[in-house]
């Protein structure tokens, strides 16, 4: 089945600087790649999604890149600020006919410092 | 504010008691399902539920029982727990029945605690 790794565990930045976690997908069938922040006491929210089609997806200052050939994809947020600590999971799936249910990885604890 | 609304927010239990976990959506919405998450770690996918139907059960032990009175309703009764079973369950909902093809709406889930 798909497994999802994904970096690093922790991270801590500036506030303004840019935050950027990577994951990495085994099938190559999977086509659905969605980001999830959850922040404390709260369940997942999804904050950005591409699909296989697509190479890169940006808004505003959440963008997420997909690399295919590698397997891997990322997201990239820019001018962090305070409140975009929380933790962050990437998870993949695949869609349309034998379709999976989502893997997440193991999440990026964000800590953004003003 | 989440659209997914779980019931209670927090629920300690006895190893022997029976209990009840209550998700409700009003997107209209075909797909619910049910995740668990310790603490420092992903959900994980317990049940699936498609137009009312169970189509996925991950193997979960039968302390867990999931319901879907109807599409907009799912619940999880819980019997004979085990202090393991203290978690985080989380609630979502999807438009399409086929999972893994679209935005997953979670609650903000009922913290059990197991005694």
């Known amino acids: 089945g798909e497994n999802v790794e994904q970096h690093p565990s922790t991270l801590s930045v500036q506030e303004g600087d840019s935050a950027v976690i990577k994951c990495t997908y085994s099938?190559?069938?999977?086509?659905?790649f969605p980001w999830y922040k959850q922040e404390l006491g709260k369940g997942p929210q999804l904050i950005i999604d591409?699909?296989?089609?697509?190479g890169e997806k940006k808004d505003q200052r959440i963008a997420v890149t997909l690399n295919k050939t590698a397997k891997h994809f990322s997201l990239h947020i820019t001018e962090t600020q305070p409140e975009d600590s929380a933790v962050y999971f990437c998870?993949?799936?695949?869609?349309?006919?034998?379709?999976?249910?989502?893997?997440f990885g193991k999440g990026t604890r964000l800590s953004v410092i003003a | 504010d989440t659209e997914v609304t779980q019931t209670p927010k927090h629920l300690v239990m006895g190893m022997t008691n029976k209990k009840s976990l209550k998700c409700e959506q009003h997107?209209?919405?075909?797909?619910m399902y049910w995740y668990k998450q310790k603490a420092k770690k992903p959900p994980e996918l317990m049940f699936v539920?498609?137009?009312?139907?169970?189509?996925i059960n991950e193997s979960v032990p039968s302390r867990f029982s999931p319901e879907c009175p109807n599409s907009s309703l799912l619940n999880l009764h819980l019997h004979a727990l085990q202090p393991e079973d203290s978690a985080l369950y989380l609630c979502?909902?999807?438009?399409?029945?086929?999972?893994?093809?679209?935005?997953?709406?979670f609650g903000e889930g009922s913290r059990l605690t197991v005694l």
């Open positions: 979502a909902s999807s438009l399409v029945a086929g999972v893994g093809t679209g935005e997953l709406f």
């Open positions: 099938d190559s069938a999977s086509n659905y």
């Open positions: 591409i699909r296989s089609n697509v």
């Open positions: 998870a993949a799936s695949k869609g349309g006919s034998g379709n999976t249910p989502l893997v």
């Open positions: 997107m209209g919405h075909r797909a």
């Open positions: 539920y498609s137009y009312e139907k169970l189509s």
